[in-house]
């Protein structure tokens, strides 16, 4: 658990998640240990395929049938999640956790007008009826920006654009009156204007409502302004956690230096843009030592032999990496990290 004074809403134990694939076991979460804190806004970044959706799918109960918790405890409200089965999870999806994915409009029903959805929503999370229903409908749709909810209300998901859609589901997640909001990838389809407006608003939302807030992004640069703290996944595993001014001007993994590095904002005019070579090892042939060492340009020998612990290099930021260990040579990390002092 994470030294830290702030009241945990969630914490995840020494978690390990496993896949059967083909008839092989694929072992995706790896160890994993998070604290949530109440209030907070924490980003988990990381690479396609890195495991940040799978560890969060845990958290509402949304994990695929062929997936199952190996070992480890998620303790929420005197519960462990961990041990939840199929029927258990309806008292706690969406009136305590509530997800936001990446996909508006195959979260949303074509056949259903988008009152009559966040109605639902209302109804099943906050037995609520009728016309109170209807008119907290329309109020949460003002709040998530919908111009004249009034009529809107009554239009289906084909007659909205793609960022109105997306707000449309982060109303359904609102009238759900979570306490954890996790959003996975909430801006991925929209472009750069509209992800501004959708990062401001869920935001604005967070205060409003008083969310714990959990963003799922494979671009640390989407969550720079909107995250207290920054989780980074790779290969299963969360290699580095700290506060985003930490994360941003001090990285400490080598990973983490990569993912930095590969920021858009970061490259130089004629030149190449920095990019991470090869790609994540196999979980099923398991992972020995730093899983990122076969892609680290300058690997210690160790990194291929010991898996590292964490280091901490100040009460709320650790790196799971060799180069923290006392004995270890000094690296510098790439001269594109000094510029980020500068966007």
């Not at 997800?99 to 007008?113: A, F, G, H, K």
């Not at 037995?127 to 919908?146: F, S, T, Y």
Request: hydrophobic share 40%.
């Amino acid at each position: 658990m994470e030294t830290n004074q702030k009241e945990v809403l969630l914490s995840i134990q020494d978690l390990n998640v496993k896949f059967s694939l083909r008839g092989r076991e694929l072992h995706v979460i790896r160890d994993v240990s998070l604290d949530i804190y109440k209030g907070e806004s924490l980003a988990i970044v990381g690479e396609s395929g890195s495991g940040k959706s799978v560890l969060m799918k845990n958290l509402i109960g949304l994990l695929d049938k062929n997936g199952w918790v190996d070992s480890g405890h998620i303790h929420y409200d005197g519960k462990d999640l961990a041990k939840y089965k199929d029927e258990d999870w309806m008292g706690i999806r969406g009136s305590h956790v509530a997800m936001v994915m990446q996909d508006p409009m195959t979260s949303l029903n074509p056949l259903r007008t988008i009152g009559w959805q966040i109605c639902e929503a209302l109804h099943y999370n906050q037995n609520m009826r009728g016309d109170a229903a209807l008119q907290k409908a329309i109020e949460i749709l003002h709040d998530v920006g919908i111009q004249d909810p009034e009529t809107r209300h009554k239009q289906y998901p084909h007659e909205f654009s793609g960022g109105m859609r997306q707000r449309v589901v982060i109303a359904i997640a609102i009238a759900c009156n979570p306490r954890l909001l996790i959003c996975d990838e909430p801006t991925t389809a929209l472009d750069v204007t509209i992800q501004a407006q959708i990062l401001a608003l869920l935001g604005d939302l967070r205060e409003k409502y008083n969310l714990t807030m959990v963003y799922i992004t494979h671009d640390l640069g989407v969550v720079a302004n909107v995250a207290d703290r920054i989780a980074v996944m790779y290969a299963g595993d969360i290699v580095e956690i700290g506060t985003c001014e930490e994360v941003f001007f001090n990285p400490r993994h080598p990973y983490t230096w990569a993912l930095l590095s590969s920021l858009p904002q970061l490259g130089e005019r004629k030149e190449e843009l920095m990019s991470i070579k090869g790609t994540p090892p196999n979980l099923f042939m398991g992972v020995r030592g730093d899983a990122f060492a076969a892609r680290n340009p300058l690997p210690l020998a160790v990194d291929f032999l010991h898996r590292p612990p964490y280091f901490h290099v100040s009460p709320t930021h650790k790196a799971r990496t060799w180069l923290l260990d006392p004995r270890a040579p000094d690296l510098e990390p790439p001269s594109q990290i000094e510029k980020i002092k500068d966007i």
